[in-house]
């Protein structure tokens, strides 16, 4: 079974970068609950910059694993984005793998 307290640190801990590299480790494992994870710390800049390019990217992953919640939350970031940011997630998702991208 996965260890998905990052998931309980993303509540308690609104800035902690260290919490993003452990999320990001996870996700390179294919963990749908990283992939979610990732969606919301690039959301709200939780350890990271803002990018909701990034954001709607890690979500959509999660979407596409069935995940609810990602849908609704990548729904909410969607109606935050410029055009040029969904451009920039459509470039994302048009890579033909799992991209760990660092925008930092």
Known sequence: MADNSYLK???LLRNDPSTV??????AALGEVDA?????????EGRG???DLAQAHYWLSLAVD???RDAELLRNVVGSQMTDD??????????KPSLQLVDSD
């Open 85 to 94: 940011e969904y451009q920039a997630a459509k470039r994302l998702r048009a």
């Open 9 to 11: 640190d993303l509540v």
């Open 48 to 50: 990271v910059t803002i």
């Open 65 to 67: 694993r069935g995940d």
């Open 21 to 26: 590299q452990r999320v990001r480790d996870a």
């Open 35 to 43: 992939f979610y994870a990732l969606g919301l710390i690039y959301a």
